[in-house]
């Protein structure tokens, strides 16, 4: 009975991590994300609801192991194969977004960011690629977002 009931609980944890959210390194070069929040999104669902005619808030704990001069945000959604640009109002990481150039080596970082989401957007499932470049375009952080735009 005993191993019925460990075998039960392990089931039942191993159904519930399988459905949780998992944000994807998608190709960090010289920092590591530590941290990723997205408004409003139930990390226990296997992907982020987007809302059209909102905006979300997304904040990224990251530690560097370079010394960072400037930062660019670069965002694309990626649907059915193909990456699509996300434009963002100020794509410079250093201004409004907690961030205080330049960064130094070692340290870590909180990157806080919102995204529109237009109402002309479709309803799709997503993957939003969120990059954090530095003044040579080597990603500091990316990470990848499942989402989906309703």
Same mark, same amino acid.
């Given at each position: 009975m005993k191993q019925f009931v460990i075998l $039960?609980?392990? /089931?039942?944890? !191993?159904?519930? $991590?399988?459905? /949780?959210?998992? !944000?994807?390194?998608?190709?960090?070069?010289?920092?590591?994300f530590t941290k990723v929040l997205v408004s409003?999104?139930?990390?226990?669902k296997n992907e982020c609801i987007l809302k059209r005619n909102s905006t979300v808030s997304i904040t990224i704990d990251f530690s560097l192991a370079e010394d960072v001069t400037s930062i660019k945000t670069v965002v694309h959604g990626k649907v059915m194969g193909v990456e699509m640009p996300f434009h963002l109002q100020n794509p410079d990481a250093c201004v409004d977004s907690g961030?205080?150039?330049?960064?130094?080596?070692?340290?870590?970082y909180e990157y806080l960011a919102s995204l529109p989401v237009l109402k002309a957007y479709p309803k799709v499932n997503?993957?939003?690629?969120?990059?954090?470049?530095?003044?040579?375009?080597?990603?500091?952080?990316?990470v990848e977002i499942p989402a989906k735009i309703q």
């Open positions: $039960s609980i392990v /089931a039942v944890f !191993f159904l519930y $991590s399988v459905d /949780a959210l998992q !944000f994807t390194d998608c190709g960090s070069k010289i920092g590591k409003d999104c139930d990390t226990t961030l205080k150039c330049p960064l130094e080596k070692g340290e870590t997503v993957m939003v690629k969120w990059e954090l470049q530095d003044q040579s375009g080597e990603d500091i952080v990316c």
